[in-house]
């Protein structure tokens, strides 16, 4: 395990939010969770996985973050066949192997900047197709009893973009396995490409962000009323609307984790007035 004190988040969140937290922790094993819940139990404690779906709004964290990425990630087949896979492991990281291994059914997540606990925690997905389509089971830590246990995907209540991990925010995801299909590697290839080049099209790839902001209310699209009021390259601070896909918030290059929720707010406050929408914030703010 290694452990830093004073340790610098920028590299660690997808808005690339200058941030520094007391102590980072970056577990390789079960045991090395066990000890940071069980041996360090009067720190207060921040789960962070790829950080790509999150806002850092201090700059500096008294809080120990305890970090899964780049670490944590082993992958590999089980004798039936599925995919099991520690919850650092990030998604470009699972769809490439099971595209080495002719397994097809993780081709959305190719360019999704996740960490599979993190896409699990989210229900994370596109097109219609959604993490949990996947699962067999997934396994988690309890700092409560300290100890780890299993769930069914048919015990966990998933839902869009929410599970049973929001829920029970206290719980680690920590493995997990995933059904997928034989095809061959020329088709799940070609998807993949297809869908990098459809979301690089798209979105705004080249600056700093952490995907759609907010969830999608029912019959109803964010991008679109965002872009009538006008919003599209509104800025404060150093946070932009982009003008690319009005769902997504950019960081121009030196935003604070306030310009992003100040930026939220504002667009809240302009649809829920002119659409009687109240959007919900997909991402998580810290």
Same mark, same amino acid.
């Given at each position: 395990?290694?452990?830093?004190?004073?340790?610098?988040?920028?590299?660690?969140?997808?808005?690339?939010?200058?941030?520094?937290?007391?102590?980072?922790?970056?577990?390789?094993?079960?045991?090395?969770?066990?000890?940071?819940? $069980? !041996?360090?139990?009067?720190?207060?404690?921040?789960?962070?996985? +790829? &950080?790509?779906? =999150?806002?850092?709004?201090? /700059?500096?964290?008294?809080?120990?973050?305890?970090?899964?990425?780049?670490?944590?990630?082993?992958?590999?087949?089980?004798?039936?066949?599925?995919?099991?896979?520690?919850?650092?492991?990030?998604?470009?990281?699972?769809?490439?192997?099971?595209?080495?291994?002719?397994?097809?059914?993780?081709?959305?997540?190719?360019?999704?900047?996740? $960490? !599979?606990?993190?896409?699990?925690?989210?229900?994370?997905?596109? +097109? &219609?197709?959604? =993490?949990?389509?996947?699962? /067999?089971?997934?396994?988690?830590?309890?700092?409560?009893?300290?100890?780890?246990?299993?769930?069914?995907?048919?015990?966990?209540?998933?839902?869009?973009?929410?599970?049973?991990?929001?829920?029970?925010?206290?719980?680690?995801?920590?493995?997990?396995?995933?059904?997928?299909?034989?095809?061959?590697?020329?088709?799940?290839?070609?998807?993949?490409?297809?869908?990098?080049?459809?979301?690089?099209?798209?979105?705004?790839?080249?600056?700093?962000?952490?995907?759609?902001?907010?969830?999608?209310?029912?019959?109803?699209?964010?991008?679109?009323?965002?872009?009538?009021?006008?919003?599209?390259?509104?800025?404060?601070?150093?946070?932009?609307?982009?003008?690319?896909?009005?769902?997504?918030?950019?960081?121009?290059?030196?935003?604070?984790?306030?310009?992003?929720?100040?930026?939220?707010?504002?667009?809240?406050?302009?649809?829920?007035?002119?659409?009687?929408?109240?959007?919900?914030?997909?991402?998580?703010?810290?």
């Amino acid at each position: 395990m290694r452990v830093y004190n004073n340790f610098d988040l920028t590299d660690y969140n997808s808005y690339r939010i200058p941030a520094i937290c007391k102590i980072a922790y970056f577990p390789e094993t079960k045991n090395d969770i066990s000890d940071i819940f $069980s !041996l360090k139990n009067d720190e207060n404690k921040i789960i962070l996985g +790829g &950080g790509n779906n =999150i806002i850092l709004s201090k /700059s500096y964290y008294d809080e120990s973050f305890v970090i899964f990425s780049g670490n944590f990630n082993h992958i590999s087949l089980d004798d039936s066949g599925f995919l099991c896979a520690e919850s650092g492991a990030s998604m470009l990281e699972l769809s490439e192997f099971a595209l080495d291994k002719s397994l097809s059914g993780l081709e959305v997540f190719f360019d999704i900047p996740s $960490s !599979l606990g993190g896409a699990i925690v989210m229900n994370a997905g596109a +097109g &219609g197709e959604d =993490i949990k389509d996947l699962l /067999s089971s997934v396994e988690f830590y309890d700092p409560t009893t300290n100890s780890f246990a299993q769930k069914t995907k048919q015990e966990m209540d998933f839902s869009y973009r929410n599970s049973y991990f929001q829920v029970n925010t206290h719980l680690i995801v920590t493995e997990a396995k995933l059904h997928l299909r034989t095809s061959d590697t020329i088709t799940i290839s070609n998807k993949m490409t297809a869908i990098r080049n459809a979301r690089w099209s798209k979105q705004p790839k080249e600056y700093p962000n952490a995907g759609s902001v907010f969830k999608r209310p029912p019959g109803k699209f964010v991008g679109p009323m965002i872009e009538e009021l006008g919003l599209k390259g509104f800025q404060i601070g150093g946070a932009k609307i982009s003008e690319k896909h009005a769902g997504f918030i950019i960081n121009m290059g030196d935003a604070i984790g306030q310009d992003i929720i100040d930026l939220i707010t504002h667009v809240k406050e302009k649809v829920l007035n002119n659409f009687d929408v109240d959007l919900e914030v997909e991402q998580r703010i810290i």
